[in-house]
C-alpha cells in the first residue's frame, strides 16, 4: 500500500505512534491561517477569456465569461455563498453582469480571489496548487486519498464531499501538485485539498479519513495507539474503543457522537472504532470525560458532582413533569439535546425520587447551549405546570453583558409572535444571532448584550405589524441600522414579490435566515427591509428579492405584450443566470474531480455488500444493538454507512438514518414539547397580505 509522504496532525510528533496519510499545517499558530498560496491552471480547449482581475479602490473585481459566472453561482447560488461564507469576504454579481465583486478585509478578498480561482479552473480542467509557495498552507490541508477509494469519498455528483462542506464549513477540491509528475500521480492516487478555518478543516479531513478508513480497514488505525495531546490550544486526542462499544459511543443516527462534539465544543469523529477528539485542551478534557460518562452507562447508572463546576447548569424541576420532558425513550429530551448541542442527565436516584417533590436535571455544554437547552425544558415544564418558572417573573433588560432579557406578552401576541409550528420565534433568533424562548406568557432572550437588544427591536418590530402598515419613524433612528438593509420595490410589483399571504418574503427568510417585512418612508414608497446579523445572509436575501422583483417585472411585460409568460417559462434549467432559483448551469459538483473514471460509473462504495466492503454496516458486521444499531451508520441495507444505495435523497448523509440526514429539522423540530393549544394563524406582513 502506497504510504503519504507526510504525517497528520491527528496526533502529535511526540507520541511516535501510527501513520496517516494526510497532511497539514496545523500545528502552526493561528496566525498562519490567514497566509496564501498561489493556483494555477492548466491550459484547456475553451475558447473563453481567462477571467481578467482589475483592483479598483477596496474591491476586487474579476472579469467572468458566461460559462464561468453560471458556474461559479452554482445551483441556487449555492458555490458563490460558500465561497463568501468560507473566505469571510462579500462577493457580488450584480443582476446579468459578468464582473464578479469581492469586498472585505484585505485577507478575507484574497482568499476569495484564490477560491474563485479554484472554481473557474475547476470547470474546465485541472486545479493545481503550488506546494512550494509560502502562503500554501496558511488555510489549506491536503489529504491524500488512495484511488480506489476516491469515487467513493467524492459521491454521487460530489454529494458526499457537499455533505462535509456543510457540516464544517470549508471547499474541498481534487487537485493536483505542481511538480508532480504524471507517473507519481497515478500511482500515489487522488489529492484533496480542504480549504477554511483550522477547526473546520480538521472536521472535514478527519470525516474524509473515516470514509476512507471504512473503504480500506486499518488504512490509518492499523498503527494507531491511545494518545492524549499536550497541546495547550490545539491538539489532537486519540482513544480507541472496542468493537462492541462502538454503537452505544456513536448512538442511535449519530446522536450520541454529535451530542458528545456539541457539548465539549471539540471536534469528534470516529475513524474506524477510534476516536478522535480535536480541539483545545479544555475541550478535549471536556470531550473525554463526557464520553467517559457515555461508556461507563453501560454498566449501570453513574453518579458525578456538579459542584465547582463551569460547564453544568442544574435545573430542577417537578417530579410529574419528569416523564414528560424526558419523553418515549427518552425521545423528547434527545430533540432538546440535538437541537442545543447539550448533555443532559437526571442527578436523582430512583429512590430518592419517592420523597422529593422536584427532580434535579444536569444540562452540561458549553454556556450558550445549556442556556437554549435550559429555556427549552423550562418552556415544556410551564406547559404542564403553569407558573412554575414564571410566578415571580418580571419583564426587563438585564444590564450584564450576558444575560436575558425578558418581555411578557399582552392579548393575543403569544401566538402572532410564535407563528405556526415555533417558525417566527425560530426566525427571528436566527436572524438577530440570539437565543429566545417562550416561557409561559414571557418571551426570555438570552446572549450577549448586542444579540438581546437586537432580538428585543426584532420582536417588537414584529408585533407592531398587527396594527396594520409601519412607518420607518416607528422604528426608531429611521430604520438605519447596522444589521438593516433596506430596498425600495415598486409597487406594481409587491403583491407578486410578498406571494398569498406573505409566502414569497417568507421562502426567502426561511433560505436565508433572514427577517423582512415592509415599511413606508416619508416619500410614502414601500421599503422591504432586510434584518439579519449576517451580513452575508443579508446580501443573498437582497439579491432573491431582486430576482423576485424582476421575475414580476418580466411577467408582466409579456402579459402586456400579450405572448403570455415565455420568459419565466423558459428560464428553466437552461439559463446560466437562474441564479437563486436553483436553475441554470451546471453546479460545480457536477464537474469537480477526481479524473472522470471515478465520477459515478464506478463502484466504489455505493453497493456495499453486508461484510468488508460495505459502509459501517457491513463492514462491522453489522452491530445492530437496541440502540440504533452501529450508530446512524448502519442502515440495514447490507450498503452501510458511506453507501449511497438511496440516489433519490437530497440530503447527504451516511446513510437515509445517520445524524447528517437532516430530515429531523423540520416538522419534528416544531416545538412539539410545548404542548400548549396556541393560535397558529399566519401573520400578514404588516397589512400587505391582502395584497
Given at each position: 500500500m502506497k504510504r503519504s509522504r507526510s504525517r497528520s496532525p491527528s496526533y502529535d510528533r511526540a507520541s511516535g505512534s501510527?501513520?496517516?496519510?494526510?497532511?497539514?499545517?496545523?500545528?502552526?499558530?493561528?496566525?498562519?491561517?490567514?497566509?496564501?498560496?498561489?493556483?494555477?491552471?492548466?491550459?484547456?480547449?475553451?475558447?473563453?477569456?481567462?477571467?481578467?482581475?482589475?483592483?479598483?479602490g477596496e474591491k476586487i473585481y474579476v472579469k467572468l465569461s458566461d460559462q464561468d459566472a453560471a458556474f461559479l453561482l452554482g445551483k441556487g447560488g449555492n458555490t458563490k455563498e460558500k465561497i463568501a461564507r468560507v473566505s469571510g469576504a462579500c462577493l457580488e454579481l450584480p443582476g446579468r453582469s459578468l464582473t464578479l465583486e469581492i469586498t472585505g478585509d484585505p485577507e478575507s478578498k484574497r482568499r476569495a480571489k484564490k477560491y474563485v480561482d479554484c472554481v473557474i479552473a475547476q470547470r474546465t480542467g485541472d486545479v493545481i496548487l503550488d506546494e512550494d509557495d509560502p502562503h500554501f498552507s496558511g488555510d489549506c490541508t491536503i489529504v491524500d486519498v488512495p484511488s480506489e477509494t476516491a469515487g467513493f469519498v467524492t459521491g454521487t455528483r460530489g454529494?458526499?464531499?457537499?455533505?462535509?462542506?456543510?457540516?464544517?464549513?470549508?471547499?474541498?477540491?481534487?487537485?493536483?501538485?505542481?511538480?508532480?509528475?504524471?507517473?507519481?500521480?497515478?500511482?500515489?492516487?487522488?489529492?484533496?485539498?480542504?480549504?477554511?478555518?483550522?477547526?473546520?478543516?480538521?472536521?472535514?479531513?478527519?470525516?474524509?479519513?473515516?470514509?476512507?478508513?471504512?473503504?480500506?480497514?486499518?488504512?490509518?488505525?492499523?498503527?494507531?495507539?491511545?494518545?492524549?495531546?499536550?497541546?495547550?490550544?490545539?491538539?489532537?486526542?486519540?482513544?480507541?474503543?472496542?468493537?462492541?462499544?462502538?454503537?452505544?459511543?456513536?448512538?442511535?443516527?449519530g446522536a450520541t457522537r454529535r451530542k458528545l462534539a456539541n457539548a465539549s465544543g471539540c471536534i469528534v469523529e470516529y475513524v474506524g472504532n477510534v476516536v478522535h477528539m480535536s480541539g483545545s485542551l479544555r475541550e478535549r478534557q471536556r470531550a473525554n470525560e463526557y464520553l467517559g460518562w457515555i461508556m461507563a452507562q453501560l454498566d449501570g447508572p453513574i453518579e458525578f458532582n456538579t459542584d465547582n463546576r463551569d460547564d453544568v447548569t442544574v435545573l430542577h424541576i417537578p417530579q410529574d413533569c419528569v416523564g414528560y420532558v424526558t419523553g418515549l425513550k427518552r425521545a423528547t429530551l434527545a430533540r432538546i439535546e440535538d437541537e442545543w448541542g447539550a448533555f443532559m442527565l437526571f442527578m436523582d436516584r430512583k429512590e430518592e425520587s419517592r420523597t422529593k417533590k422536584t427532580a434535579k436535571l444536569a444540562i452540561f455544554g458549553l454556556r450558550r447551549n445549556r442556556r437554549g437547552a435550559e429555556l427549552k425544558v423550562m418552556s415544556a415544564v410551564e406547559g404542564k405546570e403553569p407558573k412554575f418558572f414564571t410566578r415571580d417573573t418580571r419583564e426587563g433588560d438585564d444590564p450584564a453583558d450576558w444575560g436575558t432579557d425578558i418581555y411578557r406578552f399582552r392579548g393575543e401576541e403569544l401566538s402572532y409572535a410564535l407563528g405556526k409550528g415555533g417558525t417566527t420565534k425560530q426566525k427571528l433568533a436566527k436572524a438577530a444571532a440570539c437565543i429566545m424562548e417562550y416561557v409561559g406568557e414571557y418571551a426570555y432572550v438570552s446572549g450577549g448584550k448586542t444579540e438581546r437588544r437586537r432580538g428585543m427591536r426584532y420582536l417588537r418590530w414584529l408585533l407592531k405589524q398587527r396594527s396594520g402598515p409601519i412607518h420607518m419613524d416607528e422604528l426608531g433612528r429611521n430604520g438605519r441600522y447596522d444589521d438593516v438593509s433596506k430596498i425600495t420595490i415598486p409597487k406594481s410589483t409587491i403583491p407578486g414579490v410578498m406571494g398569498s399571504k406573505g409566502s414569497g418574503l417568507r421562502?426567502?427568510?426561511?433560505?436565508?435566515?433572514?427577517?423582512?417585512?415592509?415599511?413606508?418612508?416619508?416619500?410614502?414608497?414601500?421599503?422591504?427591509?432586510?434584518?439579519?446579523?449576517?451580513?452575508?445572509?443579508?446580501?443573498?436575501?437582497?439579491?432573491?428579492?431582486?430576482?423576485?422583483?424582476?421575475?414580476?417585472?418580466?411577467?408582466?411585460?409579456?402579459?402586456?405584450?400579450?405572448?403570455?409568460?415565455?420568459?419565466?417559462?423558459?428560464?428553466?434549467?437552461?439559463?446560466?443566470?437562474?441564479?437563486?432559483?436553483?436553475?441554470?448551469?451546471?453546479?460545480?459538483?457536477?464537474?469537480?474531480?477526481?479524473?472522470?473514471?471515478?465520477?459515478?460509473?464506478?463502484?466504489?462504495?455505493?453497493?456495499?455488500?453486508?461484510?468488508?466492503?460495505?459502509?459501517?454496516?457491513?463492514?462491522?458486521?453489522?452491530?445492530?444493538?437496541?440502540?440504533?444499531?452501529?450508530?446512524?451508520?448502519?442502515?440495514?441495507?447490507?450498503?452501510?454507512?458511506?453507501?449511497?444505495?438511496?440516489?433519490?435523497?437530497?440530503?447527504?448523509?451516511?446513510?437515509?438514518?445517520?445524524?447528517?440526514?437532516?430530515?429531523?429539522?423540520?416538522?419534528?423540530?416544531?416545538?412539539?414539547?410545548?404542548?400548549?393549544?396556541?393560535?397558529?394563524?399566519?401573520?400578514d406582513r404588516g397589512g400587505y397580505g391582502r395584497y
Open positions: 501510527g501513520r496517516s496519510r494526510s497532511r497539514s499545517n496545523d500545528r502552526r499558530s493561528d496566525g498562519s491561517d490567514d497566509r496564501r498560496r498561489s493556483v494555477s491552471r492548466r491550459s484547456d480547449s475553451r475558447s473563453d477569456e481567462e477571467p481578467r482581475r482589475i483592483h479598483h454529494s458526499f464531499l457537499r455533505m462535509v462542506e456543510q457540516e464544517y464549513g470549508t471547499l474541498m477540491f481534487f487537485v493536483h501538485l505542481k511538480g508532480d509528475r504524471e507517473r507519481e500521480r497515478r500511482s500515489s492516487g487522488e489529492k484533496l485539498a480542504i480549504f477554511g478555518p483550522r477547526r473546520g478543516r480538521r472536521g472535514a479531513e478527519l470525516k474524509v479519513m473515516a470514509a476512507i478508513e471504512n473503504k480500506i480497514p486499518g488504512h490509518y488505525t492499523e498503527d494507531l495507539k491511545d494518545h492524549l495531546s499536550d497541546g495547550e490550544d490545539w491538539g489532537t486526542d486519540i482513544k480507541r474503543l472496542r468493537m462492541d462499544e462502538m454503537s452505544w459511543a456513536l448512538g442511535k443516527k421562502s426567502i427568510e426561511e433560505e436565508t435566515g433572514t427577517f423582512l417585512f415592509m415599511a413606508s418612508n416619508d416619500s410614502h414608497e414601500d421599503v422591504l427591509l432586510i434584518c439579519s446579523a449576517d451580513l452575508v445572509s443579508r446580501k443573498q436575501a437582497e439579491h432573491m428579492v431582486h430576482a423576485s422583483v424582476s421575475d414580476v417585472q418580466s411577467r408582466d411585460d409579456a402579459r402586456a405584450r400579450g405572448g403570455g409568460d415565455r420568459w419565466h417559462d423558459n428560464r428553466g434549467g437552461g439559463s446560466y443566470w437562474d441564479d437563486w432559483r436553483g436553475g441554470g448551469g451546471r453546479d460545480r459538483y457536477d464537474d469537480r474531480g477526481p479524473p472522470s473514471k471515478y465520477r459515478r460509473g464506478d463502484d466504489y462504495g455505493y453497493r456495499g455488500g453486508g461484510g468488508g466492503g460495505g459502509g459501517y454496516g457491513g463492514g462491522y458486521g453489522g452491530y445492530d444493538d437496541r440502540r440504533g444499531g452501529y450508530g446512524g451508520y448502519d442502515d440495514r441495507r447490507g450498503g452501510g454507512g458511506y453507501g449511497r444505495r438511496s440516489r433519490s435523497r437530497s440530503a447527504d448523509s451516511y446513510d437515509s438514518r445517520d445524524s447528517y440526514d437532516r430530515r429531523g429539522r423540520g416538522d419534528n423540530y416544531r416545538d412539539d414539547y410545548d404542548r400548549r393549544d396556541y393560535d397558529r394563524r399566519d401573520r
